[in-house]
């Protein structure tokens, strides 16, 4: 069955730390694969997507992931921490065969919370 | 340009109630898929509209519905609420090519009662 796993449901770090939020993956392809971010009370917005090409992408914020195959994971990184990325982040999945797009599996989701 | 927008922002109703909700996706996106979040079950499919036709779909009872317009716009309308339907409900848009981002409005808050 397709699933995404976030092992970590609660994460503290200080600000200026470095920052790492694990997502592993169950697809039957190479999936395409996100990461939202989500504020209180608001929707989710997307930092980063992986699709083909480069296994380390960049996103918005100073947000990185890295897609290592052999693990089916798509972690996400940022070397520094900021007090306004305290939010729950969560890593999706999309099918990589076009028309069916319209279905993201998102995992249970990791919230962050930064110390002063 | 304008982002997704959904209405009500915010519903209360009690059991046995129906209820609308209302997406307005980013012009020119004709597929918008609709979501169910809440703390226990996370991120949940409910289904998706593509040029009107339900193209994809959750595995939520019937209860559960949707449509959408040829400007795009989609409702979905929950029949005989349940306490369990308390949720955030979050709809998303975009023009459905292969990887493309989907774009999240603020999502419509449903308390049942």
């Known amino acids: 069955a397709q699933s995404v796993t976030q092992p970590d449901i609660h994460i503290t770090v200080s600000e200026g730390a470095s920052l790492e939020l694990r997502c592993n993956y169950s697809?039957?392809?190479?999936?395409?694969l996100f990461w939202y971010v989500q504020s209180p009370g608001q929707g989710l917005q997307l930092l980063l997507k992986?699709?083909?090409?480069?296994?380390l992408v960049q996103g918005i914020k100073g947000f990185e992931a890295e897609f290592k195959r052999s693990q089916s994971s798509f972690n996400l990184r940022k070397p520094s921490v900021h007090w306004s990325d305290a939010a729950e982040y969560f890593c999706?999945?999309?099918?990589?065969?076009?028309?069916?797009?319209?279905?993201?599996?998102f995992g249970k989701g990791t919230k962050l919370s930064v110390k002063p | 340009k304008a982002g997704v927008t959904q209405t009500p922002r915010y519903l209360i109703k009690t059991r046995g109630q129906q209820v609308t909700l209302s997406c307005s996706p980013i012009?020119?996106?004709?597929?918008v898929s609709w979501y169910q979040q809440t703390p226990g079950q996370g991120l949940q499919f409910l289904f998706e509209?593509?040029?009107?036709?339900?193209?994809n779909k959750g595995n939520f009872p019937g209860r559960f519905s949707g449509r959408q317009f040829s400007n795009s716009r989609s409702e979905m309308n929950v029949s005989t609420l349940e306490l369990g339907d308390s949720a955030l409900y979050l709809c998303?848009?975009?023009?459905?090519?292969?990887?493309?981002?989907?774009?999240f409005g603020p999502g419509t808050r449903l308390t049942v009662l």
């Open positions: 012009s020119g996106h004709r597929s």
């Open positions: 509209y593509f040029s009107e036709t339900q193209r």
């Open positions: 697809y039957g392809a190479t999936p395409y």
């Open positions: 999706a999945v999309g099918s990589p065969y076009g028309g069916s797009q319209g279905n993201l599996i």
């Open positions: 998303a848009s975009s023009f459905r090519q292969a990887g493309d981002e989907q774009f």
């Open positions: 992986y699709f083909s090409g480069d296994t």
